[in-house]
């Protein structure tokens, strides 16, 4: 099979990477990818909002299947297209239509989603130019801290949480009638604060069955001991030790499977991978988020532990018979340890030299954010480098991706030295 993957970060280069040991894979493309997708495959210089542009690629290299890495070209309806093209209808697109990707498009569709199939998730009230008013009073009702969500694509930035009712109100202000994100928040969502621990859960699913695959914890602040900005993710660790036997279970029953069923029930044909961003509440699982895609992060850690060929299990979904692949996860963990610019995610600077990526031994280096200028691996992006390693424990594996983080240099470079602290009690074995 010739398979296209669209998208550039350290996910798509764990996607790549992952395709590239398939015996069922003959070429594999990726667009626009970077210098780590280039060592796995061949990268290709497409727009990914350019849908016909990437058909034409499509069609002119016999691509069998397209695996969409990021949310934005499927919420924009990039399945639609090939799916409404009658020359297309041969290629398969790895992610939802535009239907399904609501479940990330719009907070109000997946609240309202959640409800209706009472899946467990935050209370919550959907608030607008037309009944602000109304959001103010609920508001008022609402014990701190309050939590504000922008409706739509707000590059994970659409979400404020605040301590004082004054601020939630002028927030909610700013972001519907001065459109604080774009036309993401000309609706909101005020939702109710659940305190817990987070875990991401992934299932890849061709609409009718599904597999669960490993889960994953990410780290999303820049400062250790979970402290300072939000970033699009500082590591992640994989399996996650609360997500026992009992809470899985609870996650299939009270979150998957009402899930599937609740898209088949709406008529949406959901094809790809649903990413369900958990918080753990006193043993429940509740729903803080529905993504359309896999985690970033979370892939590079994930896919290290899925034994099985990732491209017989996309031949399921072409074919519909996902049921009848195999999963096999591998029992150890895997730790990724992101190396980002320093200033992220505030702005920084570009164009650092990366050194010593070849001294690395035991881990897998992911590439997130780098280009390749005239030979030399620099950084061009915020998040550069991916970590990844394996351990019988998640002490083992972190020792390793430090290890190797060690090893690798470039101006300016900065990495979180406590992942996992929430997980491991000092002296307790994983
Ligand atoms: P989201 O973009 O919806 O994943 O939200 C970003 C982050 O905000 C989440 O990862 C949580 O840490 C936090 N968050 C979102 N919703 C809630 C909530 N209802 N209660 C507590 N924390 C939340
Ligand atoms: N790591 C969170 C995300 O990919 O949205």
């Given at each position: 099979?010739?398979?296209?993957?669209?998208?550039?970060?350290?996910?798509e280069h764990?996607?790549?990477?992952?395709?590239?040991?398939?015996?069922?894979?003959?070429?594999?493309?990726?667009?626009?990818?970077?210098?780590?997708?280039?060592?796995?495959?061949e990268?290709?210089?497409l727009?990914l909002?350019?849908?016909?542009g990437?058909?034409?690629?499509?069609?002119?290299n016999s691509?069998?299947?397209?695996v969409v890495?990021?949310?934005d070209?499927?919420?924009?309806?990039?399945?639609?297209?090939?799916?409404?093209?009658?020359?297309?209808?041969?290629?398969?697109v790895?992610?939802?239509k535009k239907?399904?990707?609501?479940?990330?498009?719009?907070?109000?569709?997946?609240?309202?989603?959640?409800?209706k199939?009472?899946?467990p998730?935050?209370?919550?009230?959907?608030v607008?130019k037309?009944?602000?008013?109304?959001?103010y009073?609920h508001l008022?009702?609402?014990?701190?801290?309050?939590?504000?969500?922008?409706d739509?694509?707000?590059?994970?930035?659409?979400?404020l949480i605040?301590?004082?009712?004054e601020?939630?109100?002028?927030?909610?202000?700013?972001?519907i009638?001065e459109?604080?994100?774009?036309?993401?928040?000309?609706?909101?969502v005020?939702?109710?604060?659940l305190?817990?621990?987070?875990?991401?859960?992934?299932?890849?699913t061709?609409?009718?069955?599904?597999k669960?695959?490993?889960?994953?914890?990410?780290?999303?602040?820049?400062?250790?001991?979970?402290?300072?900005?939000?970033?699009g993710?500082m590591g992640?660790?994989?399996p996650?030790?609360?997500a026992?036997?009992?809470?899985m279970?609870?996650v299939?029953?009270?979150?998957?499977?009402?899930?599937?069923?609740?898209?088949?029930?709406?008529?949406?044909?959901?094809?790809?991978f649903?990413?369900?961003?958990?918080?753990?509440?006193?043993?429940?699982?509740?729903?803080?988020?529905?993504?359309?895609?896999?985690?970033?992060?979370?892939?590079?850690?994930v896919?290290p532990?899925?034994?099985?060929?990732?491209?017989?299990?996309?031949?399921?979904?072409?074919?519909?018979?996902?049921?009848?692949?195999?999963?096999q996860?591998?029992?150890?963990?895997a730790?990724?340890?992101?190396m980002?610019?320093g200033g992220?995610?505030?702005?920084y600077e570009k164009g650092?030299?990366?050194?010593g990526?070849s001294?690395v031994?035991?881990?897998?280096v992911?590439?997130?954010?780098?280009?390749n200028?005239?030979?030399?691996?620099?950084?061009?992006?915020?998040?550069?480098?991916a970590?990844t390693?394996y351990?019988?424990?998640?002490?083992?594996?972190?020792?390793?991706?430090?290890?190797s983080?060690g090893?690798i240099?470039?101006?300016?470079?900065?990495?979180r030295?406590?992942?996992g602290?929430?997980?491991?009690?000092?002296?307790?074995k994983?």
């Open positions: 099979m010739n398979v296209l993957v669209l998208g550039s970060g350290g996910r764990a996607i790549s990477w992952k395709l590239a040991q398939s015996s069922q894979l003959n070429k594999l493309f990726i667009a626009p990818g970077n210098p780590g997708t280039g060592l796995v495959g990268n290709v210089d727009d909002k350019d849908f016909s990437v058909a034409k690629f499509a069609l002119d691509v069998n299947i397209i890495g990021p949310e070209p499927l919420v924009l309806g990039i399945h639609d297209y090939f799916s409404d093209r009658d020359d297309l209808s041969g290629i398969t790895i992610g939802p239907e399904g990707a609501q479940i990330e498009g719009s907070k109000d569709f997946s609240k309202a989603f959640m409800m199939y009472n899946i998730t935050a209370k919550y009230k959907s607008n037309e009944n602000l008013e109304n959001g009073a008022e009702k609402m014990k701190a801290p309050y939590v504000l969500k922008a739509g694509l707000a590059a994970g930035k659409g979400v605040l301590d004082s009712l601020e939630a109100k002028r927030e909610l202000t700013t972001m009638t459109a604080k994100f774009g036309a993401a928040s000309r609706t909101v005020i939702e109710e604060f305190s817990g621990i987070e875990v991401s859960v992934f299932v890849i061709d609409g009718k069955s599904y669960i695959l490993p889960e994953a914890k990410d780290y999303k602040r820049i400062g250790e001991g979970d402290t300072g900005l939000n970033t993710g992640a660790i994989s996650v030790p609360f026992n036997r009992d809470f279970d609870k299939d029953n009270q979150v998957i499977i009402p899930t599937i069923k609740g898209l088949r029930a709406e008529g949406i044909e959901y094809s790809g649903i990413f369900f961003g958990l918080i753990n509440v006193k043993g429940d699982p509740y729903v803080i988020e529905y993504n359309c895609r896999l985690g970033d992060p979370e892939t590079e850690v896919l532990r899925l034994k099985s060929d990732l491209l017989d299990l996309f031949d399921g979904i072409a074919s519909g018979t996902l049921s009848e692949r195999d999963v996860i591998d029992p150890r963990t730790t990724t340890v992101m980002v610019s992220y995610p505030e702005s650092k030299t990366i050194k990526l001294g031994e035991d881990s897998i992911f590439h997130a954010g780098t280009s200028k005239d030979g030399l691996i620099q950084t061009s992006g915020g998040r550069v480098l970590v390693s351990g019988k424990d998640i002490e083992t594996a972190l020792k390793k991706s430090y290890n983080a090893k240099q470039f101006d300016g470079s900065y990495y030295s406590d992942l602290f929430d997980l491991v009690k000092k002296g307790q994983t």
